[in-house]
Antibody, heavy 122, light 108 residues
Framework: EVQLVQSGTDVKKPGESLKISCKGS????????IGWVRQMPGKGLEWMGI????????RYSPSFQGQVTISADKSISTAYLQWRSLKASDTAMYYC???????????????WGQGSLVTVSS | EIVLTQSPATLSLSPGERGTLSCGAS???????VAWYQQKPGLAPRLLIY???SRATGIPDRFSGSGSGANFTLTISRLEPEDFAVYYC?????????FGPGTKVDVK
């Protein structure tokens, strides 16, 4: 069974750093792109970027380029989303999701993690 | 960047009625690389339709997708109580693979 299990809730202060995780299981982690999606409170879905764990090839949305870092550790089948300096506007639910066809980006997100809630408040 | 719009923003229907949701793109989406997702409160989105018209695994056949170019439609033939939710379209033809703003289907 394909599963993406995300790290839990984080409460941080502005300026702090954070790295959240998404562990894949039940499939070949290195051969499917993994993406991150932001959902701010009461709002819609925003595509942040994707990574290919096999070689760490990464694509970012221009809206998120330079604001976050997407990475992966294929040895432990885990993808990450990282901030160096959080802002209150980073408060949101963050989902990881798998692109549904191995090796290519032209695919929908077929499996989703349960979400990681990040709250940034002084 | 391709911008997606969805209409209507809210669709008020009764169980058993037919729902038609629209998704428009600011430019043609290559090879109909459009997906539809359903999201219920407190849950992650769920893939319904991919490649504009293909149902994902386990999705009931009352959900159907159509369209090409820059105009796409999700149709729910007869609404069941569990179908009241928010629906998002997404394109994946060229990065960034943006989402539409969503259509909320609620109970009339």
């Amino acid at each position: 069974e394909v599963q993406l299990v995300q790290s839990g809730t984080d409460v941080k202060k502005p300026g702090e750093s954070l790295k959240i995780s998404c562990k894949g299981s039940g499939y070949s982690f290195t051969t499917y792109w993994i993406g991150w999606v932001r959902q701010m409170p009461g709002k819609g879905l925003e595509w942040m970027g994707i990574i290919y764990p096999g070689d760490s090839d990464t694509r970012y949305s221009p809206s998120f380029q330079g604001q976050v870092t997407i990475s992966a550790d294929k040895s432990i089948s885990t993808a990450y989303l990282q901030w160096r300096s959080l802002k209150a506007s980073d408060t949101a639910m963050y989902y990881c999701a798998r692109l549904g066809i191995p090796g290519i980006t032209v695919a929908a997100f077929d499996y989703w993690g349960q979400g990681s809630l990040v709250t940034v408040s002084s | 960047e391709i911008v997606l719009t969805q209409s209507p923003a809210t669709l008020s229907l009764s169980p058993g009625e037919r729902g038609t949701l629209s998704c428009g793109a600011s430019q043609s989406v290559g090879s109909s690389y459009v997906a539809w997702y359903q999201q219920k409160p407190g849950l992650a989105p769920r893939l319904l339709i991919y490649d504009a018209a293909s149902r994902a695994t386990g999705i009931p056949d009352r959900f159907s997708g159509s369209g090409s170019g820059a105009n796409f439609t999700l149709t729910i033939s007869r609404l069941e109580p569990e179908d009241f939710a928010v629906y998002y379209c997404q394109h994946y033809g060229s990065s960034p693979f943006t989402f539409g703003p969503g259509t909320k289907v609620d109970v009339k």
